[in-house]
């Protein structure tokens, strides 16, 4: 939050603000995004998160890296 102000002191402005910036950017940059991973293979995980069957999965970690992690934690 904008300076740290106690939730009684946010004028709407900042509250816009903030707003926009956390989740009205993050939702254009993953609907500009998600077709270019689609068209790289890279979206399957994407993809599968925003479809019906994955309606359950609330708060989970996927890691999808091509399992450069593990391989890295390997070492």
């Not at 740290?4 to 500009?32: K, Q």
């Amino acid at each position: 939050m904008d300076h740290f102000l106690p939730v009684s002191e946010v004028d709407d402005e900042t509250w816009d603000r903030v707003i926009a910036v956390n989740v009205t950017g993050v939702m254009r940059l993953t609907r500009a995004v998600v077709p270019i991973m689609q068209k790289a293979g890279g979206g399957a995980v994407v993809t599968w998160l925003a479809s019906d069957e994955a309606s359950n999965v609330n708060g989970a970690i996927v890691t999808s890296d091509g399992g450069w992690s593990a391989a890295w934690l390997a070492t």
